[in-house]
């Protein structure tokens, strides 16, 4: 054999070990299907719990309301004249500017006149030296009798400032506006239609309604029953509760996967738990624990931790999801519900 056709069977050979490595680590990770089932959980059904929900009795028939005859309209009394309001004065003209005074031609000024050569000055004599004065010795000073300190001055009276007088205010003077709104000419004013003429009448004319003023007439002060807006309460059977504990119990299995049991025989103890949830699933208020089953001599030391376990599971995994809406808020639905549930085991 040659050495390429070596090198390559060695390739091919090497390829063929590493499969079959692979495959054999897929065969061996393969999970045991006897671990992947999972524990089914029991439900049972609250006996407090009502199974049927039926509407309340509906109100009576409201009044009915009797509307007053109508009448004919009395004729309303004419409005009172609006006085005219006085004509603005118009503003005076403003005063024409004075025509500015034509500035004078000034003269052209004349050339300066040569300055005339100033004589050389003559040369001054020198001052003759002045001989110096003697000085005289000055007499010593005669020592001064010490005078008598001055009496401190009373302190003067505080004279009252007189209260300036009060300025008069100036009177002020509004000065015409300058871009004053001409008058505009008035209109002689003429009644509008369906405001009446008749100076006796006092009752005011309908405008565009066919009430009166005692529309009210007949009507009772009293409320009258009226019909309740509710929506018929709709039958919740043992089936549809059924669902709806399953479909809770559902959720809540992974968070109740990861508890752990705290002793043998705390599997039995079943936990009435009551939910108040709000629309969307979530947890209106925290779970309650609100009785027990199942719970003997042999576990009865694990009630307390198995119900920490139980509230943790419903926190751990809400908000709920895929309940139906229609089952909210009618009598029994899941807006507070009780179940029962135990830890898986």
């Not at 005339?116 to 000085?135: L, M, S, Y």
């Not at 752990?260 to 209106?284: F, Q, W, Y």
């Not at 999801?321 to 085991?345: H, I, M, Q």
Request: positive net charge; aromatic residues 2%.
């Amino acid at each position: 054999m040659e050495r390429g056709e070596r090198i390559g069977l060695a390739v091919a050979v090497a390829g063929h070990i590493v499969l079959f490595g692979l495959l054999s680590v897929g065969f061996l990770s393969t999970p045991n299907p006897e671990k992947l089932k999972v524990t089914p959980i029991d439900i049972s059904l609250v006996k407090d719990v009502g199974l049927e929900a039926e509407s309340p009795t509906p109100n009576q028939q409201p009044a009915q309301s009797i509307a007053p005859e109508e009448g004919a309209p009395e004729d309303a009394a004419p409005p009172e004249p609006v006085e005219a309001e006085p004509e603005p004065q118009p503003a005076p003209p403003p005063p024409a500017p004075e025509p500015r005074p034509q500035p004078k031609p000034q003269p052209k000024p004349q050339p300066a006149p040569k300055p005339e050569p100033r004589p050389a000055p003559k040369p001054q004599p020198q001052p003759k030296p002045q001989p110096k004065p003697v000085e005289r010795p000055q007499p010593k000073p005669k020592p001064q009798p010490a005078k008598p300190a001055p009496a401190k001055p009373a302190p003067a009276k505080p004279v009252p400032a007189k209260p300036a007088p009060a300025a008069k205010p100036a009177p002020a003077v509004s000065k015409p506006s300058q871009s004053a709104a001409k008058p505009s000419a008035t209109k002689p004013t003429t009644p509008a239609r369906g405001q009446g003429s008749s100076a006796t009448a006092t009752a005011a004319k309908p405008r565009g309604s066919r009430l009166g003023d005692n529309f009210l007439k007949g009507l009772s002060p009293d409320p009258s029953p009226s019909k309740s807006e509710a929506a018929p309460a709709t039958k919740i059977g043992a089936q549809q509760l059924a669902n709806i504990a399953s479909a809770i119990l559902r959720q809540v299995q992974p968070c109740a996967n990861r508890q752990v049991t705290p002793g043998p025989g705390a599997e039995r103890i079943r936990v009435t738990m009551n939910l108040k949830l709000n629309r969307d699933g979530s947890l209106a208020a925290a779970p309650r624990v609100v009785g027990h089953s199942g719970v003997d001599g042999e576990n009865d030391r694990y009630v307390d931790r198995v119900d920490d376990l139980a509230i943790a599971t419903f926190k751990g995994c809400s908000p709920l999801r895929g309940l139906p809406a229609e089952l909210y808020d009618v009598p029994g639905g899941w807006s507070n519900f009780t179940l029962r549930y135990k830890l898986p085991g």
